[in-house]
């Protein structure tokens, strides 16, 4: 079992940078695939980024690709977002997602854990 807790959400201006981190339990982490989605309100759960689990394989959405960098540190059980250049489009609740199998996922259904979501408002 794997629990996760996504933080550093918040409102920033159009332009802006945020970094979110997603801090899990358990032992196994490192073995894990992880993965970040958003949900827009009124919109489906959309794939954001992901990265195996040494960290050395990752994937991003092309909607985020240049501007969004995913990252790991096994030893700190954590996994980050690092958002650059933000636009209003980007806001949404932001999810964590863990996945045991080894290889990259970019449907939800495919991951087993999840965080419980941290919101991300891009607005002036």
């Known amino acids: 079992q794997v629990q996760l807790v996504e933080s550093g959400g918040g409102l920033v201006q159009p332009g802006g940078s945020l970094r979110l981190s997603c801090a899990a339990s358990?032992?196994?982490?490192?073995?894990?695939?992880m993965g970040w989605f958003r949900q827009a309100l009124g919109k489906e759960c959309e794939f954001v980024a992901a990265?195996?689990?040494?960290?050395?394989?990752?994937y991003y959405a092309d909607s985020v690709k240049g501007r969004f960098t995913i990252s790991r540190d096994n030893a700190k059980n954590t996994v980050y977002l690092q958002m650059n250049s933000l636009k209003p489009e980007d806001t949404a609740i932001y999810y964590c997602?863990?996945?045991?199998?080894?290889?990259?996922?970019?449907?939800?259904?495919?991951?087993?854990?999840w965080g419980q979501g941290t919101q991300v408002t891009v607005s002036l």
């Open positions: 990265l195996n689990w040494s960290g050395t394989s990752t």
């Open positions: 358990g032992r196994t982490f490192s073995s894990y695939t």
């Open positions: 997602a863990a996945r045991k199998a080894p290889r990259i996922a970019t449907i939800p259904s495919n991951y087993d854990y």
